[in-house]
């Protein structure tokens, strides 16, 4: 796996397909976080990051909320 991973970054492959990807991904990011704003109010306590780089959002609940408890309920409505 290592040798057809090198191949793909050195055929030059990698480097022509990392803008296309990024822009998805900055796409993906702006819609999570104007679904946030939307929908998360401030007034519940609930805060996220905005990473400049990256894959993934990191909300922070407040005491009250226990992320463990919602879990089954998100996945059974199709979250993950």
């Known amino acids: 796996m ?3 991973v090198a191949e793909y970054i050195n055929s030059g ?3 022509r397909h990392l803008p296309e990807i990024t822009g998805v991904y900055k796409r993906k990011k702006k819609s999570m976080i104007k679904a946030l704003e939307k929908y998360m109010p401030a007034e ?3 805060s ?3 990473p400049e780089g990256g894959l993934f959002l ?3 609940l407040p005491p009250y909320i226990d992320a463990a408890e919602m879990f089954p309920e998100a996945a059974k409505n199709g979250g993950t």
């Open 13 to 15: 492959e990698y480097s």
């Open 2 to 4: 290592q040798l057809v």
């Open 48 to 50: 996220w990051t905005d």
């Open 58 to 60: 990191w909300l922070t």
């Open 44 to 46: 519940a306590g609930i």
